[in-house]
């Protein structure tokens, strides 16, 4: 019989660790150094791990994040997005979608789902996404005789649009745990981003068309015409988007950097919302204090994943994991559909930062070693390490969509549950999210089987 070493599964002991103390209700970023501390000396028991090793943590963290310039771009383009949201430049954009969609079947539910890819354009922040837009919409939609399901599920699944649509915050994130250029990252999640929002405009439109009492239409009355319409273009519409734009544009053209481009950004909001008269002291306190709190959370669950990716990796981790996947004999298809449904079933129960912090660092190693043919060759020219992970990093992006609207952690519906009316019972909101789930699964296979959605832009604008 072989011998049995503990020590040799300390990787996996420190996996299932993590996998049940998220549970504890600790602040994340916490529970995941913590880990990664208790580990190391737990290694140093066994001589498998030396305190020496400690201060190399540190280097990594100074030197990989603290001096990572475009983790700057973190707290700017939380604010970008805040100020938006705080300074009525938002609710302004929607009334002006609900007037331009009122002819179309849907036009309302059509408005939430474009207003939610706009605004994601802005923030990844998922909470004030889904918050601002239900207590901007719903109440509008019920007044409307809105079908609760359809009305819910839509403001779930357009909320969280923004976790995915560049400059996300999860794509920092992402860039910096797989080594991987934020600028590729944005490019590669646009098509993805904008094919779920097609998938989503197309089933509201082609079920309200089938069932229009499910989405009664925008009474007459409430039309606006002529300059009236211009003049809320130019107020409402132009503004906002002429800024997604710039911020955008100015990074995919080369103009800028993200770092710089999310400073244009958050002083771009800044200005609109002075343009409009609504940037008072309150305003800009509570955005600051807003923005502040969250960029602080992210960096120190930054710090915590480098400590426990660092200690993990020490004590043989990816080693065992590629053992592991070896020894299973799934081939390089088996192991990504199965990494994917890990991905999937880990969205029931956690929030995007643990799950990709868990999935990532782990993972992407040994997804970057698998051979999938030419169905990720361009040109002939099979694929570069990079692209492979460029593409995986998509495929958890576009997964872990479903992340925030799986029941029973659906972050999204306890945001859109805490605001909503007494009236829309959490059943009602279960029942909505569904088509959209199934949704975002389609638009996963999508870019499983068609790389290209994902690296096409990447592959022709960075040549």
Known sequence: MENFYIEDWFPLIMFASLGILVFSGLPVAFVISGIGIAFGFLG?????????????????????????????????????????????????????????????????????????????????????????????????????????????????????????????????????????????????????????????????????????????????????????????????????????????????AGFATPTEAAGVGALGATFLALVKGRLKWDVLKDVCERSALTGAMLFFLFAGATVFSYVFRSLGGDDLVIDLVDSAG?????????????????????????????????????????????????????????????WFAVMVAVNLQTSFLTPPFGFALFYLKGVAPKSISIQQIYKGIIPFVILQVIGLLLVMYFPELALWMPNTLLE
């Open 44 to 252: 140093m028991a066994y001589d498998v791990f030396s305190f020496v090793e400690f201060f190399n943590i540190v280097s990594r963290i100074w030197g990989g994040i603290a001096e990572n310039m475009v983790m700057v771009a973190v707290p700017m383009f939380i604010y970008m997005g805040t100020m938006l949201e705080k300074s009525g430049v938002a609710e302004d954009l929607l009334e002006c979608l609900n007037v331009l969609m009122r002819k179309v079947p849907g036009g309302l539910a059509l408005s939430v789902t474009l207003m939610g890819t706009i605004m994601a354009a802005t923030t990844g922040i998922i909470g004030a996404s889904v918050v601002m837009m239900t207590l901007l919409a719903l109440p509008v939609m019920m007044r409307r005789n809105y079908d609760p399901s359809l009305a819910t599920g839509t403001i779930a699944a357009s909320g969280t649009l923004g976790i995915l649509i560049p400059p996300s915050i999860m794509l920092v994130l992402m860039s910096d745990l797989m080594s991987v250029s934020v600028g590729n990252l944005f490019l590669a999640a646009i098509i993805p981003g904008l094919l779920l929002a097609s998938l989503y405009t197309i089933y509201i439109f082609v079920r309200c068309q089938l069932q229009p009492h499910l989405a009664p239409p925008l009474p007459d009355s409430e039309a606006v015409h002529g300059t009236d319409m211009v003049r809320m273009m130019l107020r409402s519409f132009i503004p906002p988007v002429f800024l997604i734009v710039l911020v955008l544009g100015s990074i995919f």
């Open 330 to 390: 799934l081939g390089a298809w088996g192991v990504l559909f199965l990494l994917m449904l890990i991905v999937f079933v880990l969205g029931f129960f956690f929030d995007w930062v643990e799950i990709t912090l868990i999935v990532l660092p782990i993972f992407a190693p040994v997804i970057a070693q698998l051979d999938f043919g030419d169905h990720l060759s361009v040109a002939g020219v099979g694929p570069t390490e990079t692209q492979v992970l460029t």
